[in-house]
C-alpha cells in the first residue's frame, strides 16, 4: 500500500506543477512554450513510488507524464484539463470505501461474516496486551497498541487507518482472518480481511439486524438530526461510539469515519455548506451525486470537497442509470420522512407506491422552488426598452432615437406661471425618446434633421409608455411576492423538527422592529425605514419560542424571547419600538393553537401545509413592496431623469432585499484551477455554476436596468433538480458543459494511472485463464468472471484485476459471446402487460415481441416526463453524429425519440437498398487454386477499396492473420481498421466490447491481445474505427434487450442494426481511401435476408477460418458449402468472397 500512496502523491503533485504552470504561462502559451516548460520543470517524485528514479538523479514533467502513459499537453486548456484528471485520479483511495471484505463485488456471506467476527474477537483475546500497556478500548485502539495520536494524526482520520494497517498487529490480524477463512492470497488480501473485521467488531449488531441508517447501534436518520447542517453527524457518530465504550475518545474519530467511508461517504465530504441540512432536498442532491460517484469509484468521495462532488455529479449520474436511480430511491426515502411526506411505516415498506408517491411529492415541490428561482428575481421592466420598442415599430430601426435633435416650436407661456411649474413646456433639445417615455407627444415639436422629419412626416408622437410599463411593473412585483412567498416555505421546511412542529400546532404572534422619527416636540411619529425580518412567537404546551424569518440570509432562526420585551434606546429623533403585526392575508384563526395534536405531535410536511402557507403570506404583507417609496415613485414617475432615477433605486433596492446565492468553498491548495465556473448556492437549495459576472450579462443580453439582476440568473443548475429528469437550467450550460466534456477526456486518459496496460493479461499471467461462469455465492447462484489457481476457482474482481475471497462452488462456464437467454426475474421491471409473457429461449413465437419505435407518428411520451426532440440532428442520425456519443440523448426524456429516428432512417436505408440502392460490386480477382493469405488480401485490396473480414469469435484466427499482414496493409495504402463490439466512450476513445474475448467463456484473445493488435495498427498509422454504438447497437442501458436480439435463433434485430450502423460508418470514409474490417462472419455478408456489410459498402468479403488439417495457412476462393443468404449461418457453411485458413 506504500507504493500506491506514493503513486497517488506523485500524481497531486503533477497535477500542481500543472496548474501552477497553466497560471505561470497564460492562455497564449504556445506548443513550444508549453513543451519547454515541461522539459526544464523538474518533478518531485516519491521515493516509495513504482517511477523508476536513479538515486542522485531528477526527472522531468514531462519523462514523468509520459511514463504514466498519457499524451504531453500542447496548450493552455490540455495543461489545466490533465491536471483535473490527475488529481481526481489522485484523491481514488487505494483501500476504497474502507469495507475492505465486506465490499467486495461478492461480500462476505453472513455466515462468513459471523465466523469473521468471532474469529477477530477471538484472536485480540489470544493475543492481549502486555500487563504494562493495558486493555484496549476496541479494535482500533488494540491495533495502536494503545498510543496516543498526535493532534496532527487526530485531524486525519484515514491517515491514520493507513498508519493503523501497516502495524505488524493489523498484518497479523488479516493474515490470521484469510487463513481461517480459506481465502486467496494476493497483495491486498490481507488488507481486505482487517478491514471487514474492524469494521464488523465496531458495528456486530449490523450482521444479525442490517439496516439502512444504522452504525454501530447509533441511527444516522435519527429526527435529531433534521435541520441540522449534515457536517454535524459525524462529531455525534463519534461521540456514540466513544460513550459506547468501542473507542477511546480520540479514536473514535477513526471508527466514525471508517465506517461512514463504507455506509454514507456523503457525510464525510469536506467544507460542506451549513445550509445542506440533513433530509432537505440540497441534501438529497448532495446525496445522490456521492452515491452515483462513489459507485464507480469506491473510497473517492470522502476525499472530495462538496464543490468538486456537485461538479461532478451530472456526469457521473449518466454513467450508470440504474445506479442514479438506485440512489435517487434511496435519498428520498429519507427525504420522505424528513419532510413528511412518507410516514416512517411507509419509508420501512417502500413499495412502488411508495417510492412513486414521495417522488411525485419531491418533484412537484421541486418544480415550485425552480419556478421561484425564477420569479424572485423576476426581470423589472425598462421604460426606455419599451420605448424603443415602440419608437421602432413606428417608425423603423434607421433613426437617431436617442439624439436630442427636437424642440418644442413655441416655449412661449400663455400667461405669467411659477418659475418651476411642472407643466410649462419643455425647454431646449429633446430625443424621439425622451418625448416617448415623459409623454410629451401634446406639444408641437420641431427638427431641422431630414432624418427625423422623414420619419415622423404624418405620425403622431402618441406612445403608451407609461400605461405598458406599469402593467409589467405590477407583473413583475407580483412574481417576485410569489416567489419570496416560496422562499419562506422552503426555509420554514429545512428548519429542525421541534421547531417545525413549534410553528405548525403553537398559537403565533407576529411582530415587526421598525425605525421612526419622532416629530418636532417629539409629539408624532413617521415611519423612517422598514426592518424587512419578521418575528414570530409560537405559544404551545412547552412555552414560547421566538423565531426570526430573515429572507436576506435567507433562514429562520430562534432569538431569545427578550427581544420582543428589550427596551432600544432612542437615537436622536429615531426610535425602534417592537409593534404587534396583524396579518389581513388570513383569519386570526389560522394562527391560533392546535389543541388536538397528539402528543408528541406528528412530522408535519411542513412545505406543503396550510399554517406554514399563512406563515409565508404573512411575511410577504409585512414587507410591503407595493407600499415602498421607491415602488411607488418608479409607477409614478413622468419625467426622463426622474424615471431614471427611480429606476436605479428599484434596482438597487430589489438587489438588496433578494439573497444573493452563497459562495461555495472551492477548490483549495492548488489542486483545481477555477477557470471559468464558480459554484454558489441559492435559497433554494440550489447548486449554481456560473462563469464571471460579466460573462453572464454579455450571454444574457443586458439594458442599462436589468443588467444586474439577469446576472444573477444566468447559471446552470447542478445535479438532480427533479426526479427522473436531469434538468439543466438554461443560461451558460453549454459553456459548462462543453468544459466537462473536454476535461473528461483526461481524466479518460489516466484511468489506467498505477494500473498495468492491461490487467486482464497480468492476472492470467498471475493466477491462469479468467472464464465466465455460474456459481454458488451465499446460496444463490451468481454470474461472473472466475480465475483458476492452484486447483481452486476463485471469484475475479474486474476493476482491480485479481481474485478474492474462498474457493467458489458449482462453477459453469458460459458463452461470452452468446449472452445466455433473457433472466425471466427481469420481466419485474417490464409493464404489467408483459408479465402475462412467459420467456422461452428457444421459442420465438412465444418470446415477448421486441418493443420497435413507430415508424411514422408522434413520439411517445415517456413515464414521469416529457419527452424531448430538440437535440437531434437534421440530417441522418448516424452520419451527423460521425461515431460520437452522447450519453444525453439516451436520457429518459431523449432515448425514445433518438431511437425512432435511428429506427426509422434504418429502415428508410434498407427500402433504398431492396429498390437498386446497393452500390456496384467489384470484379473478384482470379484466386489460381490455394495462395498465400498475403497474396489474396493484395489482390483483394486491388479490386476494391474495402475489404470485409469474418471472424468466427471462438476462435483467434481473424486476430493473428490481421496481425500478421499489417505490412501488407500498410504497402496497399489501408488507413483505416473498422471493428465490431468495439464503440467509442463519451471521450472518443476506443473501448473494447466483447471483440477482445473467445467466445468460450470470456477468456482474453492472446497473442495478440485485443490492445496488442491495436498497438500494432496504430504503430503503422492505421486508426482504429468502433462500428458499435453502445446504446443503438449494443443496447448498454437495455442489456436483456440486447441479449435477446442477439440470440442465435433471433438474432435479424442484430444484423439489421449492426449492418446499417457499420455501412453507414465505413460509407462515410473518402472515395479511393482503403480500409479494413472485422466483424462476425454473419455480418460479412448477406445473412437471413439482412445485406451484408461487404455488399453494403462495395467491398469484398473474406471469411477467416482456422485450419484443422496440417498445413500452412493458405488463401482461397471456395465455391462448396456456401451459405443460403435466406437462412441463418450453419456451422458448416463458408461465407466469404473469398477464404483464409489460418494455421494457429
Known sequence: MAQTLADKQNLRSLGQKLNDMAQRLGVNATPQEILAALKSTPMDV?????????????????????????????????????????????????????????????????????????????????????????????????????????????????????????????????????????????????????????????????????????????????????????????????????????????????GAYLMLARKAPELLIKDIPSNVTYGSPAWVNLSIAAATIEAQTPGKVPNMSFAQVMNAAEDASLQDPAMTQQAQRAALRVWGVVSGALSQQEADRYSPDDVEKVRSAFNQQANERLEASSQIQAEMPSRKDIALAALKQRFGSDVPFEEKLLSVKNTKQPHIQPLYDPNRAPAGFHSLLDIAMSGLHQYEWESTDPRILRATQGESLQFDV??????????????????????????????????????????????????????????????????????VKAKGPSGETVYKIDLKQGRVTQVPTTVL?????????????????????????????????????????????????????????????????????????????????????????????????????????????????????????????????????????????????????VAKILGTTVIGELNPFSGIGDLVQGGARLIGNGIEQVKRIGRHHNVLNVASAEYGPITQGTFKAADQTVEGGTILFDGQRYAYDPDKGKPYGAPIEAFNPLDGMMPPAPNINASRNLPASAHNNRHNPLSSSNRPARPQPPANGPVQAVPNGIQKTDHLPQGEYVTSIKGAISDAHFTPSRKAATRQKFGQEMNDFYRRMANGGLPARPTLPVIPGQVTPKTLIEKALDASDGVVFGDIHKEMASFQTLFDNVDTFKQKGVKKLYIEATFYDAQMKVIDDGIGFLGNGKTPRLSPSFDELVKKFNDEGIEIVPLDHPYLTRHKDEPEQFQA?????????????FNYYAAQTIRQNPPGEKWIAL??????????????????????????????DPGVSVGMRKTKNLPDPAKALDPHDAPGDLHIFHEV
Open 565 to 713: 420585551t428589550d427596551q432600544h434606546e432612542r437615537n436622536a429623533s429615531l426610535v425602534y419600538p417592537i409593534e404587534r403585526f396583524t396579518p389581513t392575508t388570513s383569519p386570526e384563526a389560522d394562527f391560533a393553537q392546535d389543541k388536538t395534536v397528539s402528543s408528541p405531535p406528528p412530522t408535519p410536511s411542513s412545505y406543503t401545509s396550510a399554517r406554514t402557507q399563512s406563515i409565508a403570506d404573512a411575511f410577504v404583507e409585512h414587507l410591503d413592496i407595493a407600499g415602498k417609496d421607491v415602488v411607488r415613485q418608479a409607477k409614478g414617475a413622468t419625467s426622463y431623469d426622474q424615471q431614471m432615477d427611480t429606476e436605479w433605486k428599484l434596482v438597487g433596492f430589489l438587489l438588496d432585499l433578494i439573497p444573493l446565492r452563497s459562495a461555495i468553498v472551492n477548490f483549495q491548495n492548488g489542486d483545481y484551477l477555477d477557470g471559468a465556473t464558480d459554484l454558489g448556492m441559492d435559497i433554494f437549495g440550489f447548486v449554481t455554476a456560473g462563469a464571471g459576472a460579466a460573462a453572464k450579462v454579455t450571454k444574457a443580453g443586458t439594458s442599462a436596468v436589468s443588467a444586474a439582476t439577469k446576472a444573477l440568473r
Open 46 to 254: 516519491q521515493t516509495a513510488s513504482s517511477y523508476p528514479v536513479a538515486p542522485g538523479h531528477a526527472t522531468t514533467m514531462e519523462a514523468f507524464i509520459t511514463s504514466i502513459g498519457v499524451a504531453v499537453p500542447n496548450s493552455h486548456f490540455a495543461l489545466t484539463a490533465l491536471a483535473d484528471a490527475v488529481l481526481s485520479r489522485a484523491i481514488e483511495h487505494p483501500l476504497g470505501n474502507l469495507g475492505g471484505a465486506l465490499s467486495w463485488p461478492l461480500p462476505l456471506s453472513i455466515a462468513e461474516q459471523r465466523t469473521l467476527l468471532s474469529a477477530a474477537t477471538q484472536y485480540v483475546t489470544l493475543h492481549p496486551n502486555p500487563p504494562s500497556m493495558g486493555a484496549s478500548l476496541g479494535p482500533l485502539d488494540y491495533l495502536n497498541s494503545n498510543q496516543p495520536l498526535s493532534g496532527e494524526a487526530a485531524r486525519d482520520p484515514a491517515k491514520v487507518l493507513e498508519t493503523l494497517l501497516s502495524t505488524p498487529r493489523a498484518e497479523a490480524l488479516g493474515q490470521a482472518m484469510q487463513t481461517q477463512l480459506n481465502g486467496i492470497a494476493t497483495d491486498t488480501s490481507v488488507n481486505d480481511y482487517t478491514l471487514a473485521a474492524l469494521n464488523l467488531m465496531l458495528d456486530p449488531q449490523s450482521i444479525s439486524t442490517p439496516h439502512r441508517n444504522t452504525v454501530a447501534g447509533f441511527d444516522l436518520a435519527q429526527s435529531e438530526h433534521w435541520g441540522k447542517p449534515a457536517s454535524a453527524i459525524f462529531p455525534t457518530l463519534s461521540k456514540h461510539l466513544s460513550e459506547q465504550g468501542h473507542a477511546t475518545a480520540e479514536m473514535a474519530n477513526v
Open 1045 to 1057: 436480439i442477439n440470440q442465435a435463433q433471433q438474432n435479424e434485430p442484430r444484423l439489421r442494426e
Open 466 to 535: 407609461n400605461s405598458t410599463f406599469n402593467d409589467q411593473f405590477t407583473q413583475a412585483i407580483d412574481s417576485r411576492k410569489k416567489g419570496i412567498a416560496t422562499a419562506v416555505k422552503h426555509m420554514i421546511a429545512q428548519l429542525p423538527l421541534a421547531d417545525r412542529q413549534n410553528l405548525e400546532h403553537g398559537e403565533l404572534e407576529f411582530y415587526q422592529h421598525n425605525t421612526y422619527k419622532l416629530g418636532l416636540g417629539f409629539t408624532g411619529r413617521t415611519l423612517h425605514s422598514k426592518n424587512d425580518n419578521l418575528l
Open 1079 to 1108: 466483424m462476425g462472419n454473419a455480418h460479412m455478408k448477406t445473412s437471413q435476408g439482412v445485406p451484408g456489410v461487404a455488399e453494403l459498402t462495395g467491398g469484398i468479403g473474406v471469411g477467416v477460418f482456422t485450419r484443422t
